[in-house]
């Protein structure tokens, strides 16, 4: 039945939902999928060095790449290409050293590398920065503390000198005068020396502050030497060696140096003007000789340490590269292989994520499914009862039931069949009555020719006949109720066949081809009455009809031809119609028998439709299998 | 009771309908053909010649004022009663299949052939002396199943092997002779009423499409040939 055709609400809203899921879910994956890929990050070298050695000794002690550090790892017998850049040569030889490789056996290409002082690092060893620069501070105050001890030693000294003096100005007395003046002139010059030594200690403990001062800058303090590292790369050195070595050793060009003397260490007045012992700059020259009072202890008193820096330059060495490939040769002579790029297997949360989605949205798709099938349950069976009231008006009425709507529609349909049953009563009795009334007088004038001549005999008995056939056809068609006969289960082959053989058998050239058993579900009366209407049709027409029966996609295909003028194109729908005749001169009957034959069809679920014939009319019958 | 002798005493026949002019006919046409006719024009008269005269085979009208030929051919059901041929105005195949289900043994629809419905008559008086399966009832045999009333096949799988009218007369004739030889003009004596249209050759025809239609696989051979003589019902049938 054509009414049948369209899905189900439910499977509209069902496939609905589970469209707009499975498009956001695209595309929730195409975005996680196709998104344009970051450009490679730039790395430092010592960075990639560092995992570099990490997956390294990952390999040797588990012999299988790692997967982690962002990093894709591989091994494999070539190794990477070699760059040639002296700075990653030495990145390479540092790999190496590391690594106890020659260094032919470590391979470093990168794709991109920059070299420049203008990048700065946030620093990354913070702690170990401070500590190193309190321990600068320390040591500086180490060297403080050393350097107060040799003034005060030197203090004593002159004390003893001059204690020796004055032992040597009462020998004096005894004396002579000149030998006494030489004494006196002696015992000055050592004083003044005695003074210089004083003074070059506190000139130590007073470097050793500076120093601790300019903690901005990298210190390293190493056996007696503070090393600064400056940060347009010049490396200045300050060798402190303990009072009684002396030396001195600075080398800060163009440097403000500001110099001064911590609490612990008070500077005794020189007795004589120092001797230039260091080679100073101008500037700091200028002023040591005579430490400005205004800049002691009051700004400065304790030596606080430094604020930890955020930022400083890059180490010596190290250079930003990516897109590189880092490779060692293994001890069993393949390569591992590092390569910068995106790592699928970190993607594993994605799939994970996919699983995820798409079992969510097949459960809600299942969902939505099974609601909306809830949600037309009721109409469902509310067609399902309308559609039994359709075929047979005697079924069981509409159950009111379900939504509102639902229950007034019901009740019209029950109305409807309570008039339909009527009416229906009313038909079969007004038939019978007309077959009464006009074939009780045809069996009158029948068994009245039965006294007239053989002749007129005949011939009186055919009129009566035809008459008779059309009566029969009139009601037949009118009584037609294709839903009242059980359905069963027959063989189409054998029914086809009956009718070929009956017609045959009469000496009328009906024909049957087809498979020899071929079961179907219907009403054998009806379906007998269809196809005798068409082949009577045929025969009506033509001389011959030929019926060709076979299965075609779970129906049944039934062609039933004949050799006569066969039906223009332009009637082939109107033929269908009650009373319409091909031929109004000539043909008998009252054209009621193609629409009775349509009618038992589309009852059957199937139809019959007239297809172009080379000669003659070619009627299709189709049914369900 | 009513045994019919066909040499002593003439078949009777009762013919039941309102209308006079066709209980007229009817009874000329069945005295023309060495029936005694008497005829009756309602239920009540009909079973009044019942009780008197009696009869062998009643003609009997469906539509009649008071009580209609089907519920009166209902009630003369059971053994012993005339054989009852239906004549009705209703003509449909539903409207036959009904009547012979409730217990007539043929049914023709109005107007009928007067000579056909004589020779109906004569088949229905000579099955009745085999003491044949009633239309109503159905006969079965070797899993399959006559419906009597439909002219139709039921096979072992309940699927409807429709037969031609040609088939069902020869099945029945078999199923009424079976496990006897029966010869080719016996055959057409029985099935054909040795119908002008009929001759020797197409019994072998028919036998040949009956005995395809009845063809199962590993079934056994229903209908034999007997060489040189005939053919054989090879099943007893039961009802």
Redesign the interface.
Known sequence: MNETRGLPIAAYLGALVAIALAAAFIATLAIVIFLPPRPPDVMRTDTVTENFQAGYDHMLALNRPMNERGMVWAVREDPPEQLGSPVMRHTRDILASALELGQDQVRIQASNVVQSDTFVFRVAGLEDWTEASQQAVEDAQAAAEEARRAHEEATERLEAARERIRDLEHDREEMSAHQHAAEVARERERERAEARAEALAERQAAAAERLAERLEQRIRVEGGRVIIRRSDGETETVEIHGPDGMVQNFEVPDVDVRVHVPDAVAPPAPVSPPAPVARVTPSERAETPTPPPARTPVARAPPVPPAPPMFAPAPEGVVLISGFEVGAQLPDGRWLVMRQGRNWAELGWIARAAGIIGGTLLVLSILAVLFARYLTRPIRSFADAVQAVGVNPQSEPVVEEGPQELRGAARAVNTMQARLRALIADRTKTL?AV??D???P???????A??APPEQREKM?KE?GEV?ALV?SF??FA?DDPA??AR????IA??L???A??HA???RSVTFEGD?RL?ITGQ??GL??LFANLIENALKYGDTARIKLRAEDGAVIVDVEDDGPGIPADQRESVFEPFVRLNEEGTRGAGLGLAAARSIARAHGGDIVILDAENGALIRVTLPG | MALMNETAQPPRVLIVDD?A??RE??V??FQRAGFAASSASDVPAMEKVLNTRGADVIVLDV?MPGEDGLSACKRLSGKGRPAIIMLS??????DR?VGLEIGADDYM??????RELVARAKAVLRRRDNDSAAPGESVRFAGFRIDIA?R?LI?P???????????FRLLRAFVERPQRVLSREQLLDYAFDNDS??FDR?VDVQVS?LR??LERPGGIEIIRTVRGEGYLFAVKPAS
């Open positions: 019978a077959a009464h006009m074939r009780t045809l069996m009158r004038l029948r068994l009245a039965e006294n008995a009566i008779e029969a009601i037949a009584r009242e006969e069963v289960r027959l063989d054998a029914l066949q009956s009718i053989d009956d058998d009469h000496n020899e079961i054998s009366l007998k009455r | 209308d002019a066709i006919g009817l000329e046409v539509m105005a209703l003509g449909d195949d539903a299949i629809s109005k107007p009928c052939n007067p439909r139709e096979d799988d309940d699927v409807v092997i429709p037969l031609s009218a040609g088939e249209d009929v197409a499409r395809r239609k």
